[in-house]
């Protein structure tokens, strides 16, 4: 990740955050010299010792696990609230636009589970941390009868997390004038994303 100083993050709760919030990421790998990527839900699981993993799953019939050893590093993308930003929302117009954004990118090597007792809790605690999300009253008891025949399809991992990076890029090099102007222009928004890169940029000014 390029990653100018102004802009990077190393504080691993922050990071963490990001990932528990954005848990929707993109996984990269390669095969004979071919880059596959797969779009999935993740969860962070996190030690006593403070050591951090990502826990997943893939389709069985998804080929993209099947080239994976212990030596093999995976990229995983995590990806935060972004927006593109005008120079008309700075005081100083006389530059160019530019993009705000958050991201994390994760490296590990994975150790993958097939076994249908161990894949289950992993299910079952994604389920729940999704449905906590929207404040759902629907429980996993209720998927019982087509469970067995799901936890079949899949294949589970576990992804120690050797290496992490952060990148918040929300205008730090500009002036303060300037990213009030436009934490005031976006917060204003009918566009949620826009309004979501506001609220950032407006806790970072805070801080």
């Known amino acids: 990740m390029y990653n100018p ?7 691993r709760q922050r990071l963490y ?10 996984m990269f790998s390669q095969s004979e010299g071919k880059a596959l990527a797969t779009h999935i839900p993740f969860l962070i699981e996190i ?3 403070d050591n951090a993993s990502l826990i997943g799953h893939l389709a069985r019939a998804n080929p993209q696990w099947k080239s994976w050893d212990d030596n093999s590093e995976l990229l995983i993308v995590f990806q935060g609230p972004h927006a593109y930003i ?6 100083d117009q006389k530059t ?3 993009w705000n954004y958050a991201a994390v990118h994760v490296y590990g090597c994975p150790h993958l589970i097939h076994e249908p007792e161990e894949l ?3 299910v ?13 009253p629907w429980d996993t008891s209720q998927m019982e009868d087509v469970i067995e025949t799901e936890l079949k399809a899949i294949v589970g991992f576990r992804i120690p997390i050797r290496r992490i990076e952060g990148k918040f890029k929300f205008n730090q090099n500009r002036s303060e004038e300037d990213r009030k102007s436009v934490v005031c222009h976006m917060a204003r928004s009918e566009a949620a994303h826009e309004r979501e890169v506001a609220r950032v940029m407006k806790k970072q000014l805070e801080e």
Not at 5 to 11: D, L, N, W, Y
Not at 86 to 91: K, L
Not at 125 to 135: F, I, M, P, T, W
């Open 17 to 26: 955050e990001l990932i528990r919030t954005y848990n929707f990421g993109i």
């Open 47 to 49: 030690d006593d010792k």
């Open 96 to 98: 160019v636009p530019t």
């Open 5 to 11: 100083r102004s802009f990077k993050v190393e504080e």
């Open 120 to 122: 289950r809790p992993m």
């Open 86 to 91: 005008s120079p008309a929302w700075y005081h």
């Open 124 to 136: 079952v605690d994604l389920v729940h941390y999704q449905e906590k999300q929207l404040g759902n």
